[in-house]
């Protein structure tokens, strides 16, 4: 079945450090690829979003491109701030299923 | 922000009793769904509703049932509360546009005692 794998976290950084979270998914068919955010005690918001092989979406300084050819959404940042820690869950869905799947979350905190 | 309440937002609760968790939208999305989020599980599918009445299993859903009598609603229940449902919960809509995006209500934090 369709799946979604993470790096593992805690990830800790200094603020202004680059950050990369790795995501690669397994999927029948062409999906659409996902980045979250969850802030503490909150519920998840979109971060950004590709639907098609070689788009890049973007956010808030956020980027990740969809590689085809990798199976990999890989979440980069160049200069992360304090207010970036959280965790980042990377999700798929597919063509003809209105079905999620979500990696397990890749906690970031980022030190001053 | 997606119009997505969830109550109660925490429910401290004993084992055996019954639970109900209310999701509620205002954006009048087609597609509905419950989540919980556990400590190395990420977020795992309870049940989801693809219209009023219309609802379908998800990976966990074994313990819980679901509702949606009206498009802006979908209750969860908890026939008899185990300890192993102590979670967070959330809620989730999509329009149904093709591959669309997901929102997220705030979540409700459930402990069963």
């Known amino acids: 079945g369709d799946s979604v794998t993470q790096m593992e976290g805690p990830v800790t950084l200094s603020e202004e450090a680059f950050l990369t979270i790795n995501c690669t998914y397994t999927?029948?068919?062409?999906?659409?690829l996902f980045w979250y955010v969850q802030y503490p005690g909150e519920g998840l918001q979109l971060l950004l979003k590709?639907?098609?092989?070689?788009d890049k979406g973007s956010n808030k300084g956020f980027e990740a491109t969809y590689r085809k050819e990798t199976t990999s959404f890989h979440l980069e940042k160049g200069s992360v701030q304090v207010s970036d820690s959280a965790v980042y869950f990377c999700?798929?869905?597919?063509?003809?299923?209105?079905?999620?799947?979500f990696g397990t979350g890749t906690r970031l905190k980022v030190l001053a | 922000d997606a119009g997505i309440t969830q109550s109660p937002r925490h429910k401290v609760t004993e084992t055996g009793t019954p639970v109900t968790l209310r999701c509620h939208q205002t954006?009048?999305?087609?597609?509905m769904y419950w989540y919980r989020q556990d400590p190395g599980h990420g977020l795992r599918l309870i049940h989801y509703?693809?219209?009023?009445?219309?609802?379908d299993k998800g990976e966990v859903s074994d313990g819980y049932s679901v509702s949606r009598s009206k498009t802006e609603d979908f209750l969860l229940t908890l026939e008899s509360a185990t300890s192993s449902q102590t979670s967070v919960y959330f809620c989730?809509?999509?329009?149904?546009?093709?591959?669309?995006?997901?929102?997220f209500g705030p979540g409700t934090r459930l402990t069963v005692l």
């Open positions: 989730a809509i999509s329009g149904g546009q093709f591959m669309g995006t997901q929102y």
């Open positions: 999927a029948t068919g062409y999906p659409s």
């Open positions: 590709a639907t098609k092989a070689d």
């Open positions: 999700a798929l869905t597919t063509s003809g299923t209105y079905k999620y799947i």
């Open positions: 954006e009048n999305h087609r597609y």
């Open positions: 509703s693809y219209g009023v009445k219309d609802t």
